[in-house]
């Protein structure tokens, strides 16, 4: 049974820090493709940072670049997002995603075939 399992959202106030974590199981995280997206409130679902199985390829929206790092540990099962310096714009659900393969549409949410519940960020002072 695969499952994505989000964590590590909260309240925190501007220029502050979270990290997402994104566990997985039911399958072998080295073989896929993960990715994060993020749905702010009343808006539609945007990507945000993505890892592919070829080592080193990572992208990342402009609007979250230099702030927000992502990485994998596939002994642990793990994704991560590091958010820096936090904005309230950054504001929304966030949800990890899996892709048996790499996207070539990084952030068309096809490509996907399994997703997480999500986790909510709040960014207020």
């Known amino acids: 049974d695969v499952q994505l399992q989000a964590s590590g959202g909260g309240l925190v106030r501007p220029g502050g820090s979270l990290r997402l974590s994104c566990t997985v199981s039911g399958f072998t995280l080295d073989d896929y493709a993960m990715s994060w997206f993020r749905r702010p409130p009343g808006k539609d679902r945007e990507g945000v940072s993505s890892t592919y199985t070829t080592p080193g390829r990572t992208f990342y929206a402009e609007v979250v670049k230099g702030r927000f790092t992502i990485s994998r540990d596939n002994d642990k099962n793990t994704v991560y997002l590091q958010m820096n310096n936090l904005k309230p714009e950054d504001t929304a659900v966030y949800y990890c995603?899996?892709?048996?393969?790499?996207?070539?549409?990084?952030?068309?949410?096809?490509?996907?075939?399994?997703w997480g519940q999500g986790t909510l960020v709040t960014v207020s002072s």
């Open positions: 995603a899996a892709a048996r393969q790499d996207p070539r549409l990084v952030w068309a949410t096809y490509e996907y075939h399994h």
